[in-house]
């Protein structure tokens, strides 16, 4: 069974950082990333990795965000610098199933970032 589990979230001061990790347990997984959802917003994609390392960011968190993940734990991490009221939301992990291509998500993480 499949469950993703994640941790990190919370208020923090603009400019500040947080680090969010998520793991993921029951399966060998593919890409894993991030994903955010402003109230009154589509979800949307904030960074992934793949198997073999390479990461893609959304244009607005370029520089500031940085995803990162351990293979042997299954776990994949958001290191959230500069951060700024936009980017408060909820953040859910994502990962495929190598197996199946499935995607699982995370329950999601609350991030509150005030001005």
């Known amino acids: 069974q499949v469950q993703m589990v994640e941790s990190g979230g919370g208020l923090v001061q603009a400019g500040g950082s947080l680090r969010l990790s998520c793991v993921a347990s029951?399966?060998?997984?593919?890409?894993m990333g991030w994903y955010r959802q402003a109230p009154g917003k589509q979800r949307e994609l904030v960074a992934t990795i793949t198997n073999g390392g390479s990461r893609n960011y959304a244009e607005s968190v370029k520089g500031r965000f940085t995803i990162s993940r351990d293979y042997a734990k299954n776990t994949v991490y958001l290191q959230m610098n500069s951060l700024k009221p936009e980017d408060t939301a909820v953040y859910y992990c994502?990962?495929?199933?190598?197996?199946?291509?499935?995607?699982?998500w995370g329950q999601g993480t609350q991030v509150t970032v005030s001005s």
């Open positions: 029951g399966s060998i997984f593919n890409a």
């Open positions: 994502n990962a495929e199933r190598e197996s199946t291509r499935q995607l699982y």
